[in-house]
């Protein structure tokens, strides 16, 4: 979420989701193996490739969240996310990102890796590789073995994933995950004056003006209120569990997301809940799941049969359904659309 010079600027508010999970080949108690262990100083190296900065940190016992001028950086001890808005060129990190973490820790290995964005509003305004999907499939395929995927409509509202192949003796991610992601468009105009400096002075008064911080009890929020316009959310839950928000509230291209690995069994009442908050037109959402996550939950019902039941919601209408199975992920992709009154 840059500094935007006018509140009538356009502003790409569509969000670039990079996740990377690290490993070792050969495990041993004596290696280095902590992404938290790299300086500050090398993550703004880095993030200056991608053209943005931070402008806020907070920690806690498992995790390392920064605020950005666009969007959020989230490292935990074998795991990075990157998420970055506007023009940013989150791609061009990669490469610089992997060669890092092998030099300055002990991992030698990706053990995942997903990269996802929706369609963007403007595409004719990303820098590359980031003016087609295809064009970045390019990029991450001179990288890794991985295979691309698009799921909803190609010529409106569409999602696109790029994520790795699992080899024969494929292990991946061998602990608990599952990640909510909810795109909000088309929102409520009154709602986002809120996000504006012309109704709130500050970051705090627009969290509780807006409700955000009665959406999960027991976070720790860093917030941040852009001049004019403009909001971003990190927030820190015990468990080594995040959430974060960003907001473009400009009224023709307004724009939240919302994601968080906080783990429940069905995120049906926090959904409703942030549709209350910020009243869209539409939403796409995106629930990944690995067999892991399930055993924190009595009744082992698959995630996938979880959001199922619960996929209906007053006043919306839904467009898509989709289910894809990877090998140590399921995904959920789902778009609704305000019912007609």
């Known amino acids: ?68 001028s666009e969007s959020s950086l989230f490292v935990s001890k074998n795991r990075i996310i990157l998420k970055t808005c506007g023009s940013t060129t989150l791609l061009h990190a990669v490469k610089p990102l992997i060669y890092v973490v092998r030099d300055m820790t002990d991992f030698d290995m ?69 990640t909510l992601e909810i795109i909000m468009q088309e929102l409520d105009p009154k709602v986002m004056k809120i996000f504006t400096k012309e109704v709130c002075s500050s970051a705090k008064e627009a969290t509780q003006k807006s409700g955000i911080d009665k959406l ?21 839950f015990k468990g080594g569990y995040y959430v974060t928000i960003h907001i473009t509230p400009e009224p023709e291209y307004s724009y939240v997301s919302f994601e968080t690995n906080y783990p429940q069994e069905s995120y049906s009442d926090l959904i409703t809940k942030l549709l209350k908050v910020f009243v869209p037109g539409k939403f796409i959402m995106n629930l990944f799941a690995n067999k892991f996550i399930m055993n924190l939950f009595a009744n082992k019902l698959s995630v996938t049969n979880c959001m199922y039941h619960s996929m209906e919601f007053r006043g919306f209408s839904r ?15 789902a778009l609704f659309a305000k019912a007609p009154s």
């Open 216 to 236: 999960l009890p027991g976070v720790v929020i860093d917030d941040y209120l852009f001049e004019p316009c403009g909001y971003s959310m990190n927030g820190l």
């Open 319 to 333: 467009k898509e359904l989709q289910f894809s199975h990877f090998k140590n992920y399921d995904l959920t992709y």
């Open 1 to 68: 979420m840059e500094v935007k010079s006018n509140y009538c600027d356009f502003f790409e508010g569509t969000e670039k989701l990079l996740e990377i999970w690290f490993g070792r080949r050969n495990e041993s108690s004596t290696v280095n193996c902590d992404l938290r262990s790299v300086p500050r100083s090398t993550w703004e190296k880095i993030l200056k490739l991608v053209k943005c900065t931070i402008i806020s940190f907070k920690k806690n016992d498992y995790l390392d969240a920064y605020v950005l």
């Open 110 to 178: 990706v053990v995942d890796i997903f990269y996802s964005r929706k369609n963007f509003m403007r595409p004719e305004l990303q820098d590359k590789p980031h003016t087609s999907f295809e064009d970045e499939t390019e990029v991450l395929d001179e990288l890794f073995d991985g295979s691309a995927y698009c799921l909803g409509r190609i010529n409106r509202d569409c999602w696109y994933l790029y994520t790795l192949n699992p080899l024969e003796d494929f292990i991946g991610v061998q602990v608990p995950d599952q």
